[in-house]
């Protein structure tokens, strides 16, 4: 099974200010990571896939890097409604098993 | 527009069998561009994949779930169904119906390219649903 890491655990930041999101894979996943936000009582929402394509709807603001085993999510400008936790997953596996991270929470400071 | 509804009993009693339906509207299951599948989230914890199934009834589990796991399909309801027997408390969870793109992947052994599910670009809203006496 592939693992996926996710660091940190929670994050506090202001809005306006730009953050980056880590995570890590147990062994390569190519660029098959995806990125998901959820927000309190919702249903996660997905932003990015292919490691690096947003989403539609997904605002520029939101930009996914890596390949391989390191993957990082970069929110800049955090705008209010980007407080969420974000988890990665990965979609790499034969026959298919698909691994989440444990989720980075972003918290207003 | 794409919508999934899970629906099922809220809570289930210890060593009996939790079951769930999902109903899409907005698109066809028998689509086959997709797979659709299961996702469970316990109170204040992350996600874990139950498992996928494509149009055709093909199915995939999560390894950890899959003695207990069983996921069908009726394409004539545009509905899955979810079945999770003996069930504990670790199985209260909020459940997730998700439909997958589909991708192909290369078998190791002979690097036969076969398709499967991969990302999940739609969720259902999710059903909370307790084990408990």
């Known amino acids: 099974e592939i693992v996926m890491t996710q660091s940190p655990a929670t994050l506090s930041v202001s809005p306006g200010e730009t953050v980056t999101l880590s995570c890590r894979a147990s062994q390569s996943v190519t660029r098959k990571l995806a990125w998901y936000q959820q927000k309190p009582g919702q249903a996660p929402r997905l932003l990015i896939s292919?490691?690096?394509t947003r989403a539609t709807g997904i605002p520029a603001r939101f930009s996914g890097s890596g390949s391989g085993t390191e993957f990082t999510l970069t929110i800049s400008s955090l705008q209010s409604e980007d407080f969420a936790v974000y988890y990665c997953q990965q979609y790499n596996n034969w026959p298919p098993m698909y691994t989440f991270g444990q989720g980075t929470k972003l918290d207003i400071k | 527009q794409l919508q999934l509804q899970e629906s099922g009993p809220g809570l289930v009693k210890p060593s009996e069998t939790l079951s769930l339906t999902c109903t899409v509207s907005?698109?066809?299951?028998?689509?086959?561009?997709?797979?659709w599948g299961w996702i469970r989230q316990p109170p204040g914890k992350g996600l874990e994949w139950i498992g996928t199934i494509y149009y055709t009834g093909t199915t995939d589990y999560n390894p950890s779930l899959k003695s207990r796991v069983n996921i069908s399909v009726d394409t004539s309801k545009n509905q899955i169904f979810l079945r999770v027997t003996s069930a504990t408390a670790a199985d209260t969870a909020v459940y997730y119906c998700?439909?997958?793109?589909?991708?192909?992947?290369?078998?190791?052994?002979?690097?036969?390219?076969?398709?499967?599910?991969?990302?999940?670009?739609?969720w259902g809203q999710g059903t909370l649903v307790a084990v408990s006496s």
């Open positions: 998700a439909r997958s793109l589909l991708d192909e992947y290369q078998l190791p052994s002979s690097g036969i390219a076969v398709p499967g599910p991969s990302l999940i670009d739609y």
């Open positions: 907005g698109g066809s299951i028998s689509n086959s561009r997709y797979f």
């Open positions: 292919g490691a690096s």
